[in-house]
C-alpha cells in the first residue's frame, strides 16, 4: 500500500483528482477489487474497510499530505469523493439555498403535496390503488400460508389462550422480494432487516420519483423524514432465537432506523425520526412534517408510515381487546360494527412549502392547510374516546387551515368500525363540521373497509385515499355499510355515509376534506386536505420546448441494473398502451428533466405513442430498432457542450465544444 505513497510524496501540493486517484488505488490493492468497479460515491464501507483499515488510511493519508488529519476522518467523509473533496480543501457548498440559513420563512402558508409512493393491499401504487378504491373492492383475505398456519392461531371463542378470533387480513404479495444492491445494501444486511425498513426505502424512492426529483440534486440538502412507525414483528423472530443474531440485527431491527436509513441512502441532512402513537402514527408524522417545513428546520420532506403482519401474536393481543372483528370486515358506521380487520402495507408523500413548489416547477396533487395532534388525555379506560377532545381537536385544526369547517365536503374518518368509538367520533365531526352547512351534509367514509386497519400506516392510507380522490374528483364508496349505527343520528348531525362512487360535490366552493387518525393511547391527529389551484409549472415548461420542437419525441429511460432496465421499458410500454390519450410530449418530458438519470440507458425516438411502444417491445425481445438506442454510462468520459441552432425545416447548425 505504501508503494504509491512515496510516488506520490514528491508532489508538493495534491488536488482533489490525484487524492482521488491515490484513494482508487488503495482499494484495489487492498480488497482486490478491479478498478472500473469501484464508484467513487459509494460508502467505503461497502468495499469492505473495517474500523483498523480507517485508521490506518488515515496514518498513510498524513504522510501524503503531511499535515496531522483525524483518525475518524473515514467515517466523516466515508466515500472516495466526498473525502477526496476535503483533502483537496475544495469542498464545494451543495444547494446552499435550502440549508437552515437560507430556508425562506414559510410560516403559516400552505404545504403542497408533490408526491406519493405507496403499496397497499391489492394495489402496488398510487394509481392501482385508486382503482382499488373507485371500484369498490375488498382486498381482505385470508393469512397466507407463508406467515403462519392459521388454523393453528384461531379459535372462535376469545376466552382461548394463545388464539385469535380471526384469520383475516388485508396482506401484501411478496414482501419477502428486495433488490438490496440498488440501495448500496449487501444481501446479508438485507436479509437482518425489518421487511418495513425494506419497503419504505422502496417507497421513498418512488415518492420522490412520482415527485420529480432527481436524486443527485438532493445530496446533502436540508430534506427532513418524519416516519410513522410502531410494531415490529420482525425482531421477535429474531431475537428469540439468539444463535442467529448478528452485526446486523440492531440497525435492521430498530424502530428509529426505519426513518434514519431513508436519510442516509439519500444523504438527506435535515431531522429524521421515526414517531410512534399507535395507530395515528403516520398522521402525527406527517403533522410534524408540515410543522418542520412550516418552520425552516426543513426545505422538502418526507412523510408516511408502514405496517406489516408477520405474527400472529398482535392479532391474539386484539382478540383478547375486543377489537378485532370475527367476520374480518371492517363494518364502519354500521348497526353490525364489531370491531377492525388488521391490515398492512405502507405510504409515503413528498411535502413542501407551496411558495418552494410552484418556484421548482413541482407536480402538486393537493395542499395541506393546516392540521392539528391532541391527546385525550384521561378517560373510562387507556383505549376509551373523549369526544370533548376531538371537538377541540377539529376546531384546532380547521382553525390553523383557515377554512370554516362547515365548507368541508369530505372526511375520512378513523372509522374502525366499533359501535362506541363510531359514535363518538361521527358526533365529534356533526358537532364541528356538521354546523352552519350551506350544501347539504358532509360525506364520510373509512378506507379500513377496503384493506384493513394498517395501524401505523392507517393515517396515511387515508390521506393518499383523500389526494386521489380530489386528483380525479371523485369520492370513492365506504364498503360493508348497509344499515346505520343506531348510535348515531346522521340527520341531525347533517353526516351521511359515501356509500356509491359519486362526483365531488360541485358549486360548494373549493374541494376541501379532512382526515382523522387516532391512537389507540389517546393521541388524536386530524389533517385538513384542499385541491390545488395552481397549474404545473412543469407542463408550462413542457409546452415551451415542445413548442419548437419537431413532431419526434425522445423517451429516455434508464435503471441501476439491465434487468431493472427490461421491467422499466416494460412498465412505459403498458402505460402508453392503456393511455393514448396523454400527450407523449408530456411523457419524453417528465422521463427527460424530471426523473433521476441511472447508469443503464435505452432511448426511444418516435412520433406517436405506437411507434414508441414498438421500439420499447424491440428492445424487449432483444431486437435492433431503428427507433432505439440503448447502452451504459461510459466512465470519466468527458462531456462536450452542444448548442444547436434550428433552420428551417428541420435543420440547422450544431456546433460543439469541450467543456
Given at each position: 500500500?505504501?508503494?504509491?505513497?512515496f510516488?506520490?510524496?514528491?508532489?508538493?501540493?495534491?488536488?482533489?483528482?490525484e487524492?482521488?486517484?491515490?484513494?482508487?488505488?488503495?482499494?484495489?490493492e487492498?480488497?482486490?477489487?478491479?478498478?472500473d468497479?469501484?464508484?467513487?460515491?459509494?460508502?467505503?464501507?461497502?468495499?469492505?474497510l473495517t474500523?483498523?483499515d480507517?485508521v490506518?488510511?488515515?496514518?498513510?493519508?498524513?504522510?501524503?499530505?503531511?499535515?496531522?488529519?483525524?483518525p475518524?476522518?473515514?467515517?466523516?467523509?466515508?466515500?472516495?469523493?466526498l473525502?477526496s473533496?476535503?483533502?483537496?480543501?475544495q469542498?464545494?457548498k451543495?444547494?446552499s439555498?435550502?440549508?437552515?440559513?437560507?430556508i425562506?420563512?414559510?410560516?403559516?402558508?400552505?404545504?403542497?403535496?408533490?408526491?406519493?409512493?405507496?403499496?397497499f393491499?391489492g394495489?402496488?401504487?398510487?394509481?392501482?390503488?385508486?382503482?382499488?378504491l373507485?371500484?369498490?373492492?375488498?382486498?381482505?383475505?385470508?393469512?397466507?400460508?407463508?406467515?403462519w398456519?392459521?388454523q393453528?392461531f384461531?379459535?372462535?371463542d376469545?376466552?382461548?389462550?394463545?388464539?385469535?378470533?380471526?384469520?383475516?387480513?388485508?396482506?401484501?404479495?411478496?414482501?419477502?422480494q428486495?433488490?438490496?444492491?440498488?440501495?448500496g445494501?449487501s444481501?446479508?444486511?438485507?436479509?437482518?432487516?425489518?421487511?418495513?425498513?425494506?419497503?419504505?426505502l422502496?417507497?421513498?424512492?418512488?415518492?420522490?420519483?412520482?415527485?420529480?426529483?432527481?436524486?443527485a440534486?438532493?445530496?446533502?440538502?436540508?430534506?427532513?423524514?418524519?416516519?410513522?412507525?410502531s410494531?415490529?414483528?420482525?425482531s421477535?423472530?429474531?431475537?428469540?432465537?439468539?444463535?442467529?443474531?448478528?452485526?446486523?440485527?440492531?440497525?435492521?431491527?430498530?424502530?428509529?432506523?426505519?426513518a434514519?436509513?431513508?436519510?442516509?441512502?439519500?444523504?438527506?441532512?435535515?431531522?429524521?425520526?421515526?414517531?410512534?402513537?399507535?395507530?395515528?402514527?403516520?398522521?402525527?408524522?406527517?403533522?410534524?412534517?408540515?410543522?418542520?417545513?412550516?418552520?425552516?428546520e426543513?426545505?422538502m420532506?418526507?412523510?408516511?408510515?408502514?405496517?406489516?403482519?408477520?405474527?400472529p401474536?398482535?392479532?391474539?393481543?386484539?382478540?383478547?381487546?375486543?377489537?378485532?372483528?370475527?367476520?374480518g370486515?371492517?363494518?364502519?358506521?354500521?348497526?353490525?360494527?364489531?370491531?377492525?380487520?388488521?391490515?398492512?402495507?405502507?405510504?409515503?408523500?413528498?411535502?413542501?412549502p407551496?411558495?418552494?413548489?410552484?418556484?421548482?416547477?413541482?407536480?402538486?396533487?393537493?395542499l395541506i392547510p393546516?392540521?392539528?395532534?391532541?391527546?385525550d388525555?384521561?378517560?373510562?379506560?387507556?383505549?376509551?374516546?373523549?369526544?370533548?377532545?376531538?371537538?377541540?381537536?377539529?376546531?384546532?385544526?380547521?382553525?390553523?387551515?383557515?377554512?370554516?369547517?362547515?365548507?368541508?365536503q369530505?372526511?375520512?374518518?378513523?372509522?374502525?368500525?366499533?359501535?362506541?368509538?363510531?359514535?363518538?367520533?361521527?358526533?365529534?365531526?356533526?358537532?364541528?363540521?356538521?354546523?352552519n352547512?350551506?350544501?347539504?351534509?358532509?360525506?364520510?367514509?373509512?378506507?379500513k373497509?377496503?384493506?384493513?386497519?394498517?395501524?401505523?400506516?392507517?393515517?396515511?392510507?387515508g390521506?393518499?385515499?383523500?389526494?386521489?380522490?380530489?386528483?380525479?374528483?371523485?369520492?370513492?364508496?365506504?364498503?360493508?355499510?348497509?344499515?346505520?349505527?343506531?348510535?348515531?343520528?346522521?340527520?341531525?348531525l347533517?353526516?351521511?355515509?359515501?356509500?356509491?362512487?359519486?362526483?365531488?360535490?360541485?358549486?360548494?366552493?373549493?374541494?376541501?376534506?379532512?382526515?382523522?387518525?387516532?391512537?389507540?393511547g389517546?393521541?388524536?391527529?386530524?389533517?385538513?386536505v384542499?385541491?390545488?389551484?395552481?397549474?404545473?409549472?412543469?407542463?408550462?415548461?413542457?409546452?415551451?420546448?415542445q413548442?419548437?420542437?419537431?413532431?419526434?419525441?425522445?423517451?429516455?429511460?434508464?435503471?441501476m441494473?439491465?434487468?431493472?432496465?427490461?421491467?422499466?421499458a416494460?412498465?412505459f410500454?403498458?402505460?402508453?398502451?392503456?393511455n393514448?390519450?396523454?400527450?407523449?410530449?408530456?411523457?419524453?418530458?417528465?422521463?427527460?428533466?424530471?426523473?433521476?438519470?441511472n447508469?443503464?440507458?435505452?432511448?426511444?425516438?418516435?412520433?406517436?405513442?405506437?411507434?414508441?411502444?414498438?421500439?420499447?417491445?424491440?428492445f424487449?425481445?432483444?431486437?435492433?430498432?431503428?427507433?432505439?438506442?440503448?447502452?451504459?454510462?461510459?466512465p470519466?468520459?468527458?462531456?462536450?457542450?452542444?448548442?444547436?441552432f434550428?433552420?428551417?425545416?428541420?435543420?440547422?447548425?450544431?456546433?460543439?465544444?469541450?467543456?
Open positions: 500500500m505504501l508503494n504509491h505513497l510516488l506520490l510524496l514528491n508532489d508538493e501540493v495534491l488536488n482533489t483528482k487524492i482521488q486517484d491515490w484513494l482508487i488505488t488503495q482499494i484495489v487492498l480488497y482486490h477489487i478491479a478498478p468497479k469501484i464508484d467513487i460515491h459509494d460508502p467505503l464501507a461497502n468495499y469492505g474500523s483498523r480507517a490506518s488510511l488515515s496514518g498513510d493519508l498524513e504522510e501524503l499530505l503531511g499535515r496531522r488529519l483525524s475518524t476522518l473515514v467515517y466523516e467523509y466515508p466515500s472516495i469523493s473525502l473533496h476535503y483533502l483537496g480543501e469542498t464545494e451543495k444547494t439555498s435550502l440549508h437552515a440559513n437560507s425562506p420563512d414559510s410560516s403559516g402558508e400552505p404545504i403542497a403535496i408533490i408526491g406519493i409512493g405507496c403499496r393491499p394495489a402496488k401504487d398510487p394509481e392501482s390503488f385508486w382503482q382499488l373507485r371500484n369498490g373492492t375488498d382486498a381482505i383475505s385470508e393469512v397466507p400460508g407463508d406467515r398456519e392459521k393453528a384461531y379459535h372462535p376469545t376466552a382461548v389462550p394463545g388464539k385469535a378470533i380471526s384469520y383475516w387480513g388485508g396482506f401484501l404479495e411478496n414482501i419477502d428486495f433488490d438490496p444492491f440498488f440501495f445494501i444481501p446479508m444486511e438485507a436479509k437482518y432487516m425489518d421487511p418495513q425498513q425494506r419497503l419504505l422502496e417507497l421513498s424512492y418512488e415518492a420522490l420519483d412520482d415527485a420529480g426529483q432527481i436524486q440534486d438532493l445530496t446533502g440538502i436540508k430534506t427532513g423524514v418524519f416516519i410513522g412507525i410494531i415490529n414483528e420482525y421477535q423472530l429474531q431475537f428469540d432465537d439468539p444463535s442467529i443474531i448478528n452485526s446486523h440485527s440492531g440497525t435492521g431491527n430498530a424502530l428509529s432506523i426505519a434514519n436509513r431513508i436519510s442516509y441512502f439519500f444523504d438527506f441532512h435535515g431531522p429524521s425520526m421515526a414517531i410512534d402513537t399507535a395507530c395515528s402514527s403516520s398522521l402525527a408524522a406527517v403533522h410534524l412534517a408540515c410543522q418542520s417545513l412550516r418552520s425552516g426543513c426545505g420532506a418526507l412523510a408516511g408510515g408502514v405496517n406489516m403482519i408477520l405474527s401474536a398482535h392479532s391474539i393481543a386484539f382478540s383478547k381487546a375486543g377489537v378485532l372483528a370475527a367476520d370486515r371492517c363494518k364502519a358506521f354500521d348497526a353490525r360494527a364489531n370491531g377492525y380487520v388488521r391490515g398492512e402495507g405502507g405510504g409515503v408523500i413528498v411535502l413542501k407551496l411558495s418552494s413548489a410552484l418556484t421548482d416547477g413541482d407536480p402538486i396533487y393537493a393546516g392540521s392539528a395532534i391532541g391527546q388525555g384521561r378517560t373510562n379506560g387507556l383505549m376509551a374516546p373523549n369526544l370533548d377532545a376531538q371537538e377541540v381537536l377539529l376546531r384546532e385544526a380547521y382553525h390553523n387551515a383557515g377554512i370554516l369547517p362547515g365548507s368541508v369530505y372526511v375520512e374518518t378513523h372509522g374502525t368500525g366499533t359501535l362506541l368509538g363510531d359514535s363518538m367520533e361521527a358526533k365529534a365531526l356533526g358537532a364541528v363540521i356538521g354546523e352547512r350551506a350544501f347539504g351534509p358532509c360525506a364520510i367514509g373509512s378506507v373497509t377496503n384493506i384493513g386497519h394498517l395501524e401505523a400506516a392507517a393515517g396515511i392510507a390521506l393518499i385515499k383523500v389526494i386521489m380522490s380530489l386528483k380525479h374528483r371523485t369520492i370513492s364508496p365506504s364498503l360493508h355499510y348497509k344499515s346505520p349505527n343506531p348510535h348515531i343520528p346522521f340527520d341531525e347533517h353526516l351521511r355515509v359515501q356509500t356509491e362512487l359519486t362526483p365531488w360535490p360541485s358549486g360548494c366552493g373549493p374541494a376541501v376534506a379532512g382526515v382523522s387518525s387516532f391512537g389507540f389517546g393521541t388524536i391527529v386530524h389533517v385538513v384542499r385541491e390545488s389551484d395552481h397549474h404545473k409549472q412543469g407542463e408550462e415548461d413542457s409546452e415551451q420546448l413548442s419548437t420542437a419537431s413532431n419526434s419525441h425522445l423517451l429516455p429511460l434508464s435503471a441494473n439491465f434487468e431493472s432496465l427490461q421491467s422499466l416494460g412498465t410500454q403498458e402505460f402508453l398502451t392503456a393514448p390519450s396523454i400527450e407523449i410530449k408530456d411523457i419524453c418530458f417528465a422521463a427527460g428533466l424530471r426523473r433521476s438519470q447508469d443503464y440507458r435505452v432511448a426511444a425516438i418516435g412520433h406517436s405513442s405506437i411507434e414508441l411502444c414498438t421500439s420499447l417491445a424491440a424487449l425481445r432483444g431486437e435492433q430498432d431503428a427507433g432505439l438506442f440503448h447502452g451504459g454510462v461510459v470519466d468520459r468527458k462531456l462536450r457542450l452542444v448548442f444547436v434550428p433552420g428551417q425545416g428541420g435543420h440547422g447548425l450544431v456546433w460543439a465544444a469541450n467543456c
